[in-house]
């Protein structure tokens, strides 16, 4: 009963050691506590070399690395605004660049749609009903319910007299620049 008992005693120690007490957190144990203790000891010891050390300097050697401290970090500002301004002007240079691209781009829509006639079909808007507005489509529908086989092949017809009048070839005598 005794052996049960002291038993027993290690077994409820051992859990004890294993659940976080008051104050402490699970992070704070075993391990990483020692690891914890030796850091803060460590500070502490670095903290009092400094202090010691500062107190052992005389005030004008204080004073010149306060003025030493202070230009480093005025040239680190300077660095940091020269930084932003270059960034800045190549960020204003690739939006120009982009302008510049989207308007060749549209030169060259321009360009293939005055080549040839097919190309005039994919202009948007033209050409696709899936393109086209959703209310003219719902408009055009109503119409075309309305009107008769013989009202819709003269449509028809009507269209593509406008479209080829709308043609206009030009040929090329020579590679463009673009």
Same mark, same amino acid.
């Given at each position: 009963?005794?052996?049960?008992?002291?038993?027993?005693? &290690?077994?409820?120690?051992?859990?004890?050691?294993? &659940?976080?007490?008051?104050?402490?957190?699970?992070?704070?144990?075993?391990?990483?506590?020692? &690891?914890?203790?030796?850091?803060?000891?460590?500070?502490?010891?670095?903290?009092?070399?400094?202090?010691?050390?500062?107190?052992?300097?005389?005030?004008?050697?204080?004073?010149?690395?306060?003025?030493?401290?202070?230009?480093?970090?005025?040239?680190?500002?300077?660095?940091?605004?020269?930084?932003?301004?270059?960034?800045?002007?190549?960020?204003?240079?690739?939006?120009?660049?982009?302008?510049?691209?989207?308007?060749?781009?549209?030169?060259?829509?321009?360009?293939?749609?005055?080549?040839?006639?097919?190309?005039?079909?994919?202009?948007?808007?033209?050409?696709?009903?899936?393109?086209?507005?959703?209310?003219?489509?719902?408009?055009?529908?109503?119409?075309?319910?309305?009107?008769?086989?013989?009202?819709?092949?003269?449509?028809?017809?009507?269209?593509?007299?406008?479209?080829?009048?709308?043609?206009?070839?030009?040929?090329?005598?020579?590679?463009?620049?673009?």
């Amino acid at each position: 009963a005794e052996a049960d008992l002291r038993a027993a005693e &290690i077994q409820q120690s051992r859990r004890d050691k294993l &659940i976080a007490k008051e104050g402490e957190h699970s992070s704070s144990r075993g391990a990483r506590a020692r &690891i914890d203790k030796e850091r803060a000891e460590e500070e502490k010891r670095r903290s009092r070399n400094k202090k010691r050390r500062m107190e052992e300097m005389d005030p004008e050697e204080l004073a010149e690395r306060r003025r030493l401290k202070a230009l480093k970090k005025a040239e680190t500002a300077k660095r940091q605004r020269v930084r932003e301004a270059q960034e800045k002007a190549v960020a204003d240079r690739h939006k120009k660049l982009d302008k510049i691209e989207s308007k060749k781009a549209a030169q060259r829509l321009e360009y293939l749609l005055k080549q040839s006639s097919i190309f005039a079909k994919l202009k948007v808007g033209e050409g696709h009903p899936e393109t086209a507005n959703p209310e003219k489509k719902a408009a055009e529908s109503k119409k075309s319910r309305s009107r008769s086989s013989k009202h819709l092949e003269h449509a028809c017809e009507k269209d593509s007299a406008e479209e080829e009048e709308e043609e206009e070839h030009v040929f090329l005598t020579k590679q463009p620049s673009c």
